[in-house]
Each structure stands twice: as structure tokens, then as C-alpha cells.
């Protein structure tokens, strides 16, 4: 058998009581994936949600918000979490490797979730298809599904899937082509300087390749069309909606009967769905929410100083 490659995280295998070397499952694991991701310093309470979606994080690339994710994800507990496809970009880390430490944290986050009891569902999507070879399986408690359907608190059957399958049906062709993949990718950096900037002059983050999208014809009428293209997919399934991401385009709305959900992304408008214990779903702005936090921390402070300037009685 050839010898594994001599690296620094594997410990020496421990004889057993027989005296046969063992190396455990945990031995052979890098180190970040069994050390727990750093906390916060003063941990809010977790919002607790049945069940959340999210979808094109894109890990691996300079245009994941890594750090609003792992924000969003250290502040909520759910029952179920989905992840909608295009998790990891395959694509562009084939082109490149790109791994700054906050995507690990993002990964970490997640395993952590699964292990405490939260059910992981990970539905992959085409910028991950190579996961796709491996659903049906469970990878340390995250399932792997080409997809799934979510029953509601209140009743509901919700078909849940990334939607690039339906590209083809898509009349306007794959939603980038009004763009194209490389100057989406330039988008994107120009994304990431302008909020490099806001950042700097102490503005909240702003999607400038949300911004645009709205305003180019084609991209809005693709993303109408792929949304009653999903609805359609959710009719004739006899479901009573759909939950999908891809388009990087949140939206919750009601087409032909049937309530088309999406999650959106978090390369652009840093977004996720949310079920209430009632079964009532949800849009997450997550850019807005940090923005307004920031501005109550703002006006926190006098408040919470004065009672301790006043003179004890
Ligand atoms: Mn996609």
C-alpha cells in the first residue's frame, strides 16, 4: 500500500491492544476542520429559525462575502439549514486557487451546526456539480441530495433545488449572457474595491453588480422568465412552491398559485431564506441588518455608560 504523504496534522497512529497501528478518521483530518471556529467576544443570543436557505456563497473566489456569511451563520439556530448549490466554485478554483482563512470559517461554522444537531441538507449547484457525483451520501452529518422537498410548519410542500437545470428552458440563454462569465468576474472585483471604499468611509456594503442588474433590460427579463419557468417546475411536481438560488436574485412571490422562493447570494446581495416556527418564510438582508446594528451600537453606548456615571444612592 503506498504511504500517505508525511504531513504535519497527522499524529502517529496509536497502537491498539492488540499492538496493529490504527490511524483513526481523525488523525487523517486537517486540523481546522476538528478545532472550532473562533468565537465572538460577546456572543448575542442566536436567532432561532425552523429552517434556513442559502445559496452562491461561491467559497473560493475574492467575490464571497465570507465575513457578513460567517456573521449571518454565527447568529442563527435552525432545525434544517440548506445549502442551494454553488457553496464552493469548483470553476474558478480550477483556474486558481483562492482560500483565505474566513472561508474555512465559513466551512467550520456549518460542520459545527451539523454536529450540534441541526439537519445540513447540501443540494449542489453547477458552480459544485463535482459534488454532484456524490449525492445519497452523508459527509459528517451534512446530507448530500440533488434535491429535496421541504415540508413548512404550516403545511406546505416547497420543491427545493439550485435551478440552473433549468437554463436551457430559459429563453435568454444562461442568465450570464448578457454579461458574460469573465466581465461578471470583473463586476464583481469592481464590487469588492467600491466596498473596500464605503468600508473605509465608514458606509455600510452596497451590491454595485446588484445595482446594475436591475437596470440592464436583459437581466431583468431573464429573471422573470427563470422565475416562471421554476414556478411552472413546481406546478407540475403538485408541490406548493419552490426554493431555488442561482440567479443570485432573492425574491418570495407568488406565480400562477404557486409561491416562488429565492435565496439569492452572497456574492452580491449577501441574502438568505428563513422559516419562522409557524412556517412563515422570510427574505434575510443581511448588509442592511449589519448596517442598521451598526447604527444602533452608535447610539448604544451613552445609553449604556450614563446608569454607572450616576452616583450610587
Ligand atoms: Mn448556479
Known amino acids: 500500500m503506498a504511504s500517505l504523504p508525511n504531513t504535519s496534522y497527522r499524529a502517529t497512529p496509536e497502537p491498539d491492544r492488540r499492538g496493529r ?20 467576544k460577546d456572543k448575542p443570543p442566536r ?20 465575513e457578513l456569511l460567517f456573521d449571518f451563520l454565527k447568529s442563527i439556530q435552525c432545525e434544517t439549514l440548506y445549502l442551494v448549490g ?20 465559513v466551512v467550520r461554522c456549518i460542520l459545527k451546526q451539523a454536529k450540534k444537531g441541526t439537519r ?22 451534512v446530507e448530500l441530495l440533488p434535491e429535496d422537498v421541504h415540508v413548512t410548519a404550516d403545511g406546505r410542500r416547497l420543491l427545493v433545488l439550485h435551478g440552473d437545470q433549468f437554463d436551457s428552458i430559459v429563453l435568454y440563454a444562461r442568465w450570464l449572457a448578457f454579461l458574460g462569465d ?4 470583473l463586476l464583481l472585483k469592481s464590487n469588492a474595491a467600491v466596498n473596500w ?48 438560488g442561482h440567479i443570485h436574485s ?17 456574492v452580491e446581495s449577501c441574502t438568505a431564506l428563513a422559516e419562522h416556527a409557524d412556517g412563515r418564510i422570510e427574505i434575510i438582508d443581511w448588509a442592511t441588518h449589519v448596517a442598521e446594528r451598526a447604527k444602533q451600537a452608535a ?5 449604556l455608560v450614563a446608569p454607572a456615571l450616576v452616583p450610587a444612592e
Not at 483513526?24 to 476538528?34: C, G, S, T, Y
Not at 454532484?132 to 459528517?140: I, K, N
Not at 469573465?182 to 468576474?185: F, P
Open 21 to 40: 497501528k490504527h490511524r483513526r478518521m481523525a488523525d487523517v483530518l486537517p486540523d481546522w476542520i476538528r478545532s472550532d471556529e473562533p468565537e465572538h
Open 86 to 105: 454553488d457553496i464552493v466554485d469548483g470553476w474558478q478554483l480550477r483556474k486558481g486557487w483562492y482560500w483565505p482563512p474566513r472561508h474555512n470559517d
Open 47 to 66: 436567532t432561532r429559525y425552523r429552517t434556513v436557505w442559502i445559496s452562491d456563497v461561491h467559497l473560493g473566489t475574492p467575490g464571497c462575502n465570507a
Open 120 to 141: 445540513v441538507v447540501y443540494i449542489p449547484g453547477n458552480h459544485d456539480e463535482a459534488f454532484r457525483d456524490y449525492v445519497g451520501l452523508d459527509f459528517g452529518g
Open 197 to 244: 471604499v464605503r468600508r473605509r468611509l465608514g458606509l455600510p456594503y452596497w451590491s454595485l453588480a446588484a445595482h446594475l442588474k436591475k437596470r440592464v433590460k436583459n437581466a431583468v427579463a431573464f429573471i422573470s422568465k427563470f422565475e416562471e419557468v421554476l414556478a411552472h417546475a413546481a406546478i407540475e411536481r403538485g408541490v406548493d412552491g419552490v426554493v431555488c
Open 299 to 303: 447610539a448604544q453606548p451613552l445609553h
Open 250 to 266: 432573492a425574491e418570495i412571490r407568488e406565480i400562477n398559485g404557486v409561491t416562488y422562493y429565492n435565496d439569492g447570494d452572497w
Open 182 to 185: 469573465s466581465a461578471y468576474t
